[in-house]
Structure formats: structure tokens, C-alpha cells
């Protein structure tokens, strides 16, 4: 990898420096967007008492799961886990310490930290246990909490396509948390299904541009579907 050039042949470069006791974070909703190829070199990795920073954790074999399967996980910070029986299991145990928080308050932590924005007011959480301990204000007759923004050692991301120097285009809704997650990486790690020649997206289709892309990988996905319903004849 050289100047502008962001490209990676492999998994084990795009990774390299993940350590033990790192923060991770990671794009995906549900099973939309994850990156899974990092995601499987992780679990390859062995790294462990990792705190990750997604939306939630997978399902029981696949996504962030295979991390939770492996004891690779220390503490979450999630808005959603309802599709991970294990992760619950752990959670009971006291195995894995968790940090519940909006899923909006989440997004915006993310996108505060990329930013270098150290903290924001909001008024979601107020008079619950998530505002419970927190700096409150009050503006305009409004209560208002203080959450502090988040940044992470790794990003790893998911993408849709890229050109060599990191502009990154999301497809559909698998932009949900992705265009935040790479900004609020001090190494992110972007892995996409084409890789295409500079010059050859349209600028206006970028979602994230290459300066916060570190590492750029092509892989294979699966894309599982997290939830399938059909109609019944």
C-alpha cells in the first residue's frame, strides 16, 4: 500500500494491529451491511477482551456472534440484542458487560466522535436509567443529558463499491451505521464487493470519502438474511 493507494490483498494486512483489550468498531443492522470477512478474521485472530461498538451483535452463528462464541468480547456498547440467545446467556453469566444505548443516541455518538465533536446534549434518555449519572441541562424548557462521543482503534466497515483511494459508495440500506463507523476509527478497514479505478464514481455518489479510509479489502459475502417470512398458499 502506497500514497493514495488503499488496497489490501488480504485479511491479515487489512487487520494487522488489532490487539487484545482494543475497541472495535463495527457497520452493520442485523445482518445488513456487516463486514464479514473481517468479522471472520477476527474470530481467526483470537483476539480477546475486545469492547465492541455496534448497533447490536449478530445472530448465535454468524456476524458478531462468532466473536461472542469464541469469548472474544468483553463489553458491548449496542442498541438492539434480541436476535442473539448466547449473547443473552453471557450476559446473565456476567461474562459480558453490556451498555445499552439509543439506537439515534448511538448513530450520533459515532458520527460526534468522527467529527472530534467530544460530547452532545440530547434529550433521549432523560428520566430513564440511561440518564441516570449523566450531566443534565436544561435548554428551552427541555431536560437535556450529556453523552460523550465515541471513537474506536479499529473501524471495519462494509461496503458496496470503492476506487483505490477509499471513496466509499454504501448500497441501499446497508448504509445504516457504515458511513459513521468509518469515520470514528482511528484505523478503519473497509471491505467492499468491486474495487474500481479512481476516477470512475460519480463524486456525488460517495458516501464516505477516502480520507477516513485506512485500509480498503475485496471480499466474498454471503449476506445472510437475518429473518425470511413468505406468504403461505
Known amino acids: 500500500m502506497a500514497g493514495f493507494n488503499k488496497v489490501v490483498t488480504t485479511y491479515a ?11 472495535l468498531i463495527a457497520g452493520g443492522f ?22 465492541v461498538v455496534s448497533n447490536n451483535c449478530g445472530v448465535d452463528d454468524f456476524g458478531l456472534g462468532l466473536l461472542l462464541e469464541g469469548r472474544q468480547i468483553k ?7 434480541g436476535e442473539n440467545a448466547l449473547f443473552e446467556q453471557q450476559f446473565l453469566s456476567g461474562e459480558l458487560e453490556v451498555e445499552l444505548t439509543p439506537q ?8 460526534a466522535g468522527g467529527a472530534g465533536i467530544p460530547a452532545f446534549y440530547t434529550a433521549t434518555g432523560y428520566g430513564t436509567p440511561v440518564g441516570e449519572g449523566k450531566e443534565m441541562r436544561e435548554f428551552n424548557g427541555r431536560k437535556y443529558i450529556l453523552e460523550e462521543a465515541i471513537t474506536g482503534d479499529f473501524a471495519i466497515v462494509k ?44 463524486p456525488s455518489t460517495i458516501h464516505t470519502p477516502g480520507i477516513y479510509v485506512n485500509r480498503l479489502i475485496q471480499g466474498k459475502f454471503e449476506k445472510r438474511i437475518e429473518q425470511r417470512t413468505i406468504t403461505q398458499d
Open 13 to 23: 494486512e487489512a487487520l494487522a494491529g488489532l490487539h487484545d483489550g482494543m475497541t
Open 104 to 111: 439515534g443516541t448511538l448513530a450520533e455518538k459515532l458520527r
Open 159 to 202: 461496503g458496496w463499491k470503492a476506487d483505490r483511494y477509499g471513496n466509499v459508495i454504501y448500497r441501499h440500506t446497508a448504509q445504516n451505521f457504515n458511513p459513521m463507523a468509518a469515520t470514528a476509527g482511528r484505523i478503519t478497514v473497509v471491505e467492499v464487493e468491486e474495487i474500481v479505478a479512481p476516477g470512475t464514481l460519480d
Open 75 to 81: 463489553k458491548m456498547v449496542s442498541s438492539y440484542v
Open 30 to 51: 442485523g445482518l445488513c451491511g456487516i463486514p464479514e470477512g473481517c468479522i471472520a478474521r477476527i474470530r481467526e485472530m483470537g483476539v480477546r477482551d475486545l469492547t
